[in-house]
């Protein structure tokens, strides 16, 4: 397998959140900000990184009857390890993500590469391919939290960057779940109109 093709396919190709459309509950819950877009995908990318290099480990002698319980351990051992680090040393961050640092263990991004990936290629390639669809979550993530704070506060990483007038008054539909869902489908029409196009 080509592994310059396994980095890059997370990023546009076979975006988790854009193309694959996957891991939608964190991705419309935690993206009111830019903060929080960035906390849940490095998360998310950390524990999909090392179950993907588990998973191609023991890929061997895991009988086919229990893998994907085998998987799931393997999952939620990195998500508690997450869990206890975040609440430990970024207190502020943890306590906003709240509920969904656990639910990482049932997102199917990551429940997902390792069926369809890491159970079926070597250690490097399920390496690779944990780094690329982590990144391209995270970017995703990322990108609806830019515009979602943008519109809805006024800021980005908390800094004002639209006039006081808008901030004293913002689209707060935007940081609401209304505007998860718009600023989703609309990033979703563009990327498809461009697919389109080439």
Known sequence: MDNMKVLTNGFIKENPVFILVLGMCPTLAVTSSVVNSLGMGLSTTFVLICSN???AMIKGFTPAKIRIPVFIVVIATFVTIVDMTMGAFMPALH???????PLIVVN???????EAFASKNNV??????????GL???LALSLIGAIREVLGAGTLLGFAVLPK???ESPMLVAILAPGAFITVGFLMAIINMM???K
């Open 53 to 55: 290099i588990i998973v």
């Open 95 to 101: 306590k906003s993500l709240g509920l969904f640092i």
């Open 108 to 114: 199917c991004v990551i429940l997902g590469r390792a």
């Open 124 to 133: 490097l390639s399920s390496t690779l391919d944990g780094i690329s669809m």
């Open 136 to 138: 391209g979550f995270t």
């Open 165 to 167: 007038a808008y901030i």
């Open 195 to 197: 697919k389109k196009e």
